[in-house]
Each structure stands twice: as structure tokens, then as C-alpha cells.
């Protein structure tokens, strides 16, 4: 028992032995081992990266559409009148509109009493405005037909400027209105208008601020 | 609200409005989603809605906008469109209508402006130069000498963002009238509008 210990105890110190003489000794030059080359692949994967492209969210902020009502022109009677209009919305609030219309006035009080007078040329009768309005949608809300049916609605003011052209001249005009937007489908919308264009007139030989009231009835659409 | 859309269902959005976007759940009911709740879905591979951003107005390319103004003591009515070559330089083509007792103009111009703080977005004055032409209609006789004039401009100016696409616009112009006469005609404009960006 005494010899193996004392066998165990020499081993040991052998061993620690053998560590102390290589302790200044250089490490081992690493050795790089050249990987093997990469063997052909039998198949060559063909797949090709699907590029998923989200597509763009199509916005329908733009509203054309055509109108008809009855405009009364100051001195001139009421009379039809037909138009166009094109819309922007830049907020679910503000909008920016344009309208191109045209109506022919009828006679005056004057010509109606004295039939010899002519205040106004035949070609003169036209009535032609263009506006560019800027509009806010006051009152936005909805209204029911029957129990199941909803249309969204809104009720703007608009302000605008313009021209018109009447008894052959050309007139600075602005316009007031306020009118009701009733969307009968989500792409399809009905207006009713009412718009002033006030202009100044000195067709009578004075000077003044005339008021042509107009009442509309339209449809457009969005896209 | 109408209609309740479950967790983890899927949503089709068919097109937006303003702020507002249509949408169809899966068993085809039909609605409007507000911009701001739509942005909290995610797409099936699990990223965010991708939302078109509000276009920047710092780098905004193109503007159409109309104005009101007086152009040689006449109503002024004005339409133009504008491109941007850089952040602060754009093109701008002007077609204005002046409406006055004596007359009225036709006028179609064509200029540089320079924005001189593009990132201040309240408030950034501008100013350009451009060249244009008149076209005179006269209402009350005698007839003007010449009925068409070119002209060349220098203006002074401010922009400034409103909301979402929306900003405004205003502009002084110095206007030269080239004619056959020993002194051409000078010309003061002013004009105020509204515009939108894209």
C-alpha cells in the first residue's frame, strides 16, 4: 500500500515536472487546414425571390360632375342654367371648386314696358360665369330614408371669385354660397346650391352691385 | 360605427378619401376607416400598414393653386402650377385674368422663384424673376396702340403650409411692358391664394 502511494506521489510530480520544463516553450505553429472544395451540386436551386411589392392605396379625392337649376339675373328675370363643376378635397373639411356654367337672360322690366328698347343685344343675353371657390364643410352628417337606408351628408359654405360675362363685357365677380352634399353611393354624390355672384353693373347708367341668384341641382362623381 | 372587424381577420382596403379609407372585411361588409386606425393594422407578413405618408411640404415637387389680386389697379384673377427643381427652386407658370373698367387683360407668365427657407414651413419668403406676355381686350374706346405686350417681372413673396396638401401663397410682382413707346411701362401687382401640393 506504502510502495503504491508513494508510486502515485512520483507520477504526480513527474507529471508537474514535464509541465514546468515546457513552460517557456513556444505554442505550436497553428495549422491552417485548406477546406475542401465545395462539391458541384447535382441541382442548382431555381428559385427566384418573390419581390412583394404592397400596392399603392388608390385615393379618390377628386369630384366633376354637372349641374342645372335657375338663375335670376338682376333686372333680367329667372332663367335656366346649366354647368359644369370640378372638385378637390384637400381635408375631410376644405375643398377647393371650380364651375363653368351658362345661362341666356330674358327681358327686362324696361324692354317688358317699352317694347322699342333694346338694353341688351341678342348675343348679349348670355350669361357666362366661371368660379373658383374655396369650400367648408360646416355641418357633416347623415340622413335617413326609412329605417334601413343612411346617406352621408354634409352641408358646406363656399366663397369664391370669378368672371362673368355679361351684355358682351367681362365683370370681376364674387360669389357666396352654401349648398347640401348628399352621397347617394360612395362614388355618386347630389348637390343642391345655392350661390350669389355679385358683380358690379352700370348697364342702367348707374353704377351698382348686382346680385344673380342661382339655385342648383347636380350630380357628381368621385374618382 | 357599424361594424366590429375581429382580431387577426383580414382587412381589403379598396381606396381612400380625405382622411378616410374604404375597406372590406372578410364576409364583404363594406365600411370607412379613419386614417389613424387603419395605421394600427399590419399586414400579413406581420409590418406595419404601409400608410402613405402626409407628402412633405419641404420637398414637395408640384403645387396648383389659384389667387386673387389686383394687377394694375384691376381685379386680378390667377391660376398656376408649379415645379420644383430643387427645395428651393421651382418653375412656376402664371395664367391670369385682370378685369378693370377699361380694360381687360389677359396675362400668361413663366419664372423662377427661389424659396429662400424652405424648412421654415409657417412662414419662408420667396422671390424670382420670369418673363410673360399681355393680351389688352379694351371696353371703353379708345383702342389701345398695341393690344399684346412682352414683359419681364421681378417679385417678392411667402409661403407658407396650412394642413395635410394644403398652403398658401402670396407674391408682389414689378412688372416691365415692353412697347414701341421711348418709356416702357411699368406695372405693380399684388396677389394672395391658396394652393395645393403634391
Given amino acids: 500500500m506504502e510502495i503504491r502511494l508513494s508510486s502515485v506521489l512520483l507520477a504526480a510530480a513527474l507529471l508537474s515536472g514535464c509541465g514546468w520544463f515546457h513552460r517557456g516553450d513556444k505554442k505550436p505553429a497553428q495549422v491552417t487546414v485548406e477546406e475542401p472544395q465545395a462539391e458541384p451540386s ?10 412583394v411589392k404592397t400596392p399603392k392605396i388608390k385615393a379618390k379625392n377628386f369630384e366633376v360632375g354637372a349641374y342645372f337649376g335657375a338663375l335670376s339675373i338682376e333686372d333680367f328675370g329667372t332663367n335656366p342654367i346649366y354647368g359644369v363643376r370640378a372638385a378637390y378635397h384637400v381635408t375631410e373639411d376644405f375643398f377647393l371648386e371650380g364651375f363653368l356654367a351658362r345661362s341666356k337672360a330674358g327681358l327686362s322690366s324696361l324692354e317688358d314696358v317699352f317694347p322699342g328698347i333694346t338694353v341688351v343685344s341678342n348675343s348679349g343675353r348670355q350669361f357666362t360665369y366661371y368660379d373658383l371657390d374655396v369650400g367648408y364643410n360646416v355641418l357633416p352628417g347623415e340622413v335617413f330614408l326609412g329605417r334601413g337606408r ?42 343642391l346650391d345655392v350661390r ?28 | 360605427m357599424v361594424y366590429v372587424v375581429g382580431r387577426d381577420e383580414v382587412l381589403t382596403v379598396l381606396y381612400s378619401r380625405t382622411d378616410w379609407y374604404k375597406v372590406r372585411a372578410p364576409l364583404g361588409t363594406e365600411g370607412w376607416v379613419r386614417r389613424a386606425d387603419l395605421a394600427r393594422t399590419k399586414l400579413n407578413s406581420g409590418e406595419p400598414a404601409p400608410i402613405p405618408p402626409y407628402p412633405d411640404f419641404t420637398t414637395h ?19 398656376y402650377t408649379d415645379y420644383a427643381i430643387t427645395d428651393s427652386i ?3 407658370g402664371v395664367l391670369q385674368q385682370a378685369l378693370g373698367t377699361l380694360d381687360n387683360r389677359y396675362i400668361a407668365t413663366i419664372g423662377i422663384r427661389h424659396t429662400f427657407v424652405p424648412e421654415w414651413r409657417w412662414f419662408s419668403p420667396t422671390a424670382g424673376i420670369g418673363t410673360g406676355y399681355q393680351y389688352i381686350q379694351d371696353k371703353v374706346p379708345p383702342a389701345p396702340l398695341q393690344d399684346s405686350n412682352q414683359m419681364a417681372y421681378a417679385s417678392l413673396g411667402a409661403r407658407g403650409f396650412i394642413t395635410r396638401r394644403f398652403m398658401w401663397r402670396a407674391d408682389w410682382r414689378h412688372y416691365v411692358v415692353f412697347n414701341r413707346l421711348n418709356v416702357n411701362e411699368e406695372l405693380e401687382e399684388w396677389k394672395f391664394g391658396l394652393a395645393v401640393f403634391f
Fill in chain 1, 196 to 223: 350669389d355672384h355679385v358683380f358690379e353693373s352700370s348697364l342702367f347708367g348707374v353704377d351698382k352691385n348686382v346680385h344673380n341668384i342661382e339655385a342648383t341641382l347636380g350630380l357628381t362623381t368621385y374618382f
Fill in chain 1, 42 to 51: 447535382i441541382i442548382e436551386p431555381q428559385v427566384s425571390r418573390r419581390e
Fill in chain 2, 61 to 79: 415637387r408640384w403645387e396648383l393653386g389659384a389667387s386673387y389680386g389686383v394687377y394694375n389697379r384691376q381685379n386680378l384673377v390667377s391660376v
Fill in chain 2, 90 to 92: 421651382d418653375i412656376e
Fill in chain 1, 150 to 191: 343612411a346617406f352621408n351628408t354634409a352641408l358646406y359654405v363656399t366663397v369664391g371669385m370669378g368672371d362673368v360675362k355679361f351684355a358682351d363685357q367681362d365683370q370681376f365677380a364674387l360669389n357666396f354660397g352654401v349648398g347640401t352634399r348628399v352621397l347617394v353611393t360612395d362614388w355618386l354624390a347630389m348637390h
